[in-house]
Structures are given as C-alpha cells and as structure tokens.
C-alpha cells in the first residue's frame, strides 16, 4: 500500500510548479541574455557555444550530448529553420538541469 501511495505522488508531481524548477528556468534565461540578450532567436552555434561555457560540467558529458542533440533537432523545425529559440532552450535545459539535480524524478 505505501508503494501505490508513492506512485500516486509521483505521478501527481508538477514539476512546472516546482519552486526549484521554476529557479533553474529562471538562470537558464540568465545563461540564454550573457549571449542572446533580449533575442528571441539564436543560430544554433551560438547556442552551441552558451551549453559548453555553461552547461557541459554542470550537466556531464553524456548528458550534455543528448542535450545538443535535442537542441540540434528543435534548431531543424519551423518556423526558422538553423535556429533555436529562447524558449526551447530555457524549458529543455531546464529539464535537464533539474533532472541532474532531482533525478529521482523521471521528466519523460
């Protein structure tokens, strides 16, 4: 009975409502303005560039790959193709640092 208990709070997590997760996205948008600034819009290089100085030890290195190409497949979509929006990159990045932090928490 406590194992359905704890599946139940697992499965009732939010982790949009997290206030840990709601500080991650907070300093990915920082990470995101040190080179995009107020731009909605980067080229994937230049995010590229933001994940090696900030993110690659924070994350580990097979994280850090499957990160890149996450981004690398969100920088092949409409509507412009070769970039990567601000957007994307604060809620994936998040998720993964969270992840990292957290991971007893299963974000897939």
């Known amino acids: 009975a406590a ?9 009732g997590f939010d982790v ?3 206030p840990e997760f709601q500080k991650i996205q907070r300093q990915m948008e920082a990470i995101w303005s040190i080179r ?3 731009e909605d819009w980067l080229v994937k290089d230049d ?3 933001i ?7 924070l994350i580990g290195s097979e994280k ?4 890149q190409d996450i981004l690398a497949e969100a920088a092949e979509e409409e509507p412009r193709v ?4 601000r957007e994307d990159f604060v809620d994936v990045c ?9 991971d007893s928490y299963d974000l897939e």
């Open 3 to 11: 194992d359905e208990e704890e599946d139940e709070e697992e499965e």
């Open 16 to 18: 949009e409502s997290d």
């Open 36 to 38: 995009g600034g107020t």
């Open 47 to 49: 995010v590229k560039v």
């Open 51 to 57: 994940l090696e100085e900030q993110l690659r030890t």
């Open 64 to 67: 850090f790959e499957e990160l």
């Open 82 to 85: 070769g970039d990567i929006s």
């Open 94 to 102: 998040s998720a993964f640092v969270f992840s990292r932090m957290y």
